[in-house]
């Protein structure tokens, strides 16, 4: 997930998880530090992208029969003002690549709880993610 701050989503996540409900999120370093706190008071298992580049994928799984995706970032702003769409399937071909993208992020972030808090600029990201892998002749 890129960005988790919408309180009324974030709490829902937080309610399932309290009811018993598996909750797992792989989310982006610099986008979650702002619901760390409620994050991590409420016990969710959070796996953190701590690299340079962004975790942009904005999806979620449930009980692995349903997917939720599309450009809709889940903010207050997200749900209330941008211009934004979500597309809802339980499409198994469609299912499983997402599912399978999840689990490969579960695992290559496993031990990455940590969520730094360091400030940057969106020109440091720009940089990191594009220039420096257009100078990468390798």
């Known amino acids: 997930m890129f960005v988790l701050s919408c309180a ?9 998880h309290r009811k018993g409900v598996t909750v797992r999120i792989v989310c982006d370093n610099m ?5 760390a706190y409620k994050i991590t008071e409420a016990g ?5 992208d701590n690299s340079p580049s962004m975790m942009h994928h904005k999806f979620m799984i449930i009980d692995q029969e349903i997917l939720l995706t599309g450009s809709y970032n889940w903010t207050a702003s997200g749900a209330a003002y941008n211009r934004e769409n979500v597309f809802i399937t339980d499409e198994k071909y469609v299912l499983d690549q997402f599912v399978g993208e999840f ?6 972030f ?10 940057i600029t969106s020109c440091e990201v720009i940089r990191n993610r594009f220039v420096h892998r257009s100078n990468d002749k390798s």
């Open 103 to 108: 689990e490969k992020l579960w695992v290559k």
């Open 31 to 35: 986008k979650i530090s702002g619901s």
């Open 110 to 119: 496993e031990g990455s709880s940590e969520i730094r808090y360091e400030p």
């Open 8 to 16: 009324v989503l974030l709490d829902a996540l937080i309610d399932a």
């Open 44 to 48: 969710l298992d959070v796996r953190v």
